[in-house]
């Protein structure tokens, strides 16, 4: 059956394509013709797409959809604006995206020769190993011994693994807001300046979930209680402590079979000259301390209790943390540094 030839004209494209809001796959379907047929003519008419957000007299931009975009891009677009939301909007969503995917762009500096701090990781709020007791110990120790800091090789939240279905019975603190306001409640027990980066069990989920970074929230909600805290990104960070480096770092990947063997391995992995003086290591829940290529290392421990899943792969959990005094010469190289690690078992 020979195809009825359709007249493309502009008005009956511009009724279509921007008052039907149909896309050019979809007028291509429904004239039954090419979909370029229908992009050539419009680009032909100059036709364009544009959207004014619901409150009209915000004074917000128009986000104008650039007809060199393709299809689904389009009607992406589309929707956001249709949403409400302005080209300024889009904007400032972009930034915050590219804020919390940025990996060792922020550092912190006590400016100091000598410094006392704890380094913890692994809290898991949400989880209901969380040690509450051992976490309440770790803020009385911070107090009593007067530290400068304490920073946190990040996993503070359990997350939510949907593919772990299960995982949630063993949560007594579901998703977002409730592992934050626990968090909140747990962390806002420190009397001194908290800083932390965040792991795998919170950019797995609650990023690659639901497009939110926990890290700036903590931060902010801190800040409101009278808290100094500071949020270095995801996976990695960086504190000075005089010209001495402290690197806090939340890797990915399983356990191996001898303790030490990931810390070495990360530790060679390091290029010289771009070395940290002390290298804070979370994510394995296993508490150790080596020193190897002049860098003094130190996997933190955990505050989370053997869970399901790490009794299945037969892995143990070190609870604990570390109380770190440190003695740093001008140049940056450790004079001398005391660990002191409080162990927790039952």
Not at 33 to 46: A, G
Not at 106 to 117: E, L, Q, R, T, V
Not at 322 to 327: A, E, G, Q, S
Not at 333 to 346: E, M, T, V
């Amino acid at each position: 059956m020979a195809k009825i030839k359709i007249e493309l004209d502009k008005v009956r494209l511009e009724e279509l394509y921007v008052n039907q809001d149909m896309t050019t796959r979809e007028i291509a379907e429904y004239f039954d013709v090419h979909y370029s047929t229908v992009q050539r003519r419009i680009k032909d008419y100059d036709i364009k797409k544009s959207y004014t957000p619901v409150n009209q007299h915000s004074g917000k931009k128009k986000v104008v959809i650039n007809d060199e975009l393709g299809d689904l891009e389009k009607k992406t677009l589309n929707e956001i604006t249709k949403a409400g939301y302005s080209l300024d909007d889009i904007k400032e969503f972009i930034k915050g995206i590219q804020k919390q995917q940025s990996h060792s762009v922020k550092d912190y500096s006590i400016g100091k020769n000598h410094a006392k701090f704890i380094l913890t990781g692994d809290k898991h709020l949400g989880h209901i190993q969380f040690d509450k007791p051992l976490n309440k110990l770790l803020a009385k120790v911070a107090k009593d011994e007067k530290v400068d800091f304490i920073a946190d090789t990040g996993d503070i939240f359990d997350g939510w693994y949907q593919n772990r279905p299960s995982s949630i019975f063993e949560q007594n603190a579901i998703g977002f807001d409730q592992q934050m306001k626990l968090a909140v409640e747990e962390i806002g027990q420190y009397e001194v300046p908290f800083i932390f980066i965040t792991g795998n069990h919170s950019y797995n989920t609650f990023v690659r979930g639901a497009g939110i970074e926990a890290g700036p929230v903590l931060e902010d909600k801190l800040k409101a209680k009278g808290l100094e805290a500071k949020y270095l990104g995801n996976a990695e960070g960086d504190i000075h402590v005089g010209n001495s480096l402290l690197r806090l770092l939340h890797p990915d990947g399983g356990s191996s079979y001898a303790i030490s063997y990931k810390s070495q391995k990360i530790i060679e992995s390091l290029e010289s000259g771009k070395k940290p003086n002390v290298l804070g290591i979370g994510h394995f829940h296993k508490a150790e301390y080596i020193f190897y290529r002049n860098i003094h290392t130190f996997q933190t421990g955990t505050l989370c209790g053997q869970t399901k899943f790490m009794k299945g792969k037969g892995l143990a959990a070190h609870k604990g943390f570390w109380l770190i005094d440190m003695y740093t010469k001008d140049n940056g190289q450790i004079d001398y540094i005391i660990p002191r690690l409080y162990p927790a078992y039952k």
